[in-house]
């Protein structure tokens, strides 16, 4: 039974840093590339960032390059999500999600993944 379990999520101010975790169980996890995906308060979800099977290449959306940082520790069966120079427009429930070997394009689309995990919570306030 594959689990994908994120944590670190909370409240922070604007201009603040959190560092999300998000914990895999049950599959090969260096065989998977990891994505995280937000969703806002009556929005869609969006693509946030991922990073391939081993760790080689990264994507990220427009909105978050430069300020986020994704990495993976295949000996740890983890994927991180480092977020700094937070903003009020970054508040959503994060979650990270596994997909198996996928890469460009698909790696950026919800629709390429095969587990999710079942969301961290992140709020930054003005």
């Known amino acids: 039974q594959v689990q994908l379990v994120e944590s670190g999520g909370g409240l922070v101010q604007a201009g603040g840093s959190l560092r999300l975790s998000c914990a895999a169980s049950?599959?090969?996890?260096?065989?998977?590339?990891m994505g995280w995906f937000r969703q806002a308060p009556g929005k869609e979800r969006e693509f946030v960032t991922a990073?391939?099977?081993?760790?080689?290449?990264?994507y990220y959306a427009d909105s978050v390059k430069g300020r986020f940082t994704i990495s993976r520790d295949n000996t740890k069966n983890t994927a991180y999500l480092q977020m700094r120079s937070l903003k009020p427009e970054d508040t959503a429930l994060y979650y990270c999600?596994?997909?198996?070997?996928?890469?460009?394009?698909?790696?950026?689309?919800?629709?390429?993944?095969?587990?999710w995990g079942q969301g961290t919570k992140v709020t930054v306030s003005s």
């Open positions: 999600a596994a997909g198996f070997a996928l890469g460009s394009p698909r790696i950026s689309q919800g629709g390429g993944y095969d587990y």
């Open positions: 049950g599959l090969t996890f260096s065989s998977y590339s």
């Open positions: 990073i391939n099977w081993s760790g080689s290449s990264t």
